[in-house]
């Protein structure tokens, strides 16, 4: 794997361990206590977060492709 693919990979990685740390805080019992803008707003940065891990994940499915 070139150095630009792996850090693709890391990314990826690194992007996936924070969502699932904001997942499991708006999964938790504070979450529901804070005021109306701020819940609307973590749940939109949950949805933009696994967007880019897909499209992160897209990305590094081409690089496997190219490498067979």
Do not use: C, K, W
């Not at 924070?18 to 005021?35: M, Q």
């Amino acid at each position: 794997m070139q150095p630009h693919q792996q850090r693709v990979v890391d990314e990826r990685n690194e992007l996936e361990d924070r969502l699932y740390r904001l997942s499991s805080f708006i999964a938790g019992t504070v979450f529901p206590r804070l005021p109306e803008q701020d819940r609307q707003l973590l749940e939109a940065q949950q949805h933009t977060m696994s967007a880019y891990v897909e499209v992160l994940t897209q990305r590094i499915e081409l690089f496997t492709q190219t490498l067979n």
